[in-house]
């Protein structure tokens, strides 16, 4: 006759460990990540439209073209891996 074991079980998600799925749920953050910078920074991009004519405004357009390659390069890198490891 076998002994059972008589610790409990500790539960834990699914596939958590796999590495697979781990890549794919950072390359789906990276994503998000890049979304919300690729957003905010299209907006202070478009802000002196309705900020009218100022000086500094120059400033805020050159940063903010800045968070947009930067949101930009995250989404399309993050989309990149996310589909190589769901189809690869």
Known sequence: MQVMDERPLTYREPDTEDPRIQRMRRAQRTMWIGLLVFTISILLTLGPLVWGNMYFNKFIV????????????????GGWDWLRGRFG
């Open 62 to 77: 050159a940063f903010a073209f800045l968070g947009d390659c930067a949101g930009l390069s995250c989404i399309l890198h």
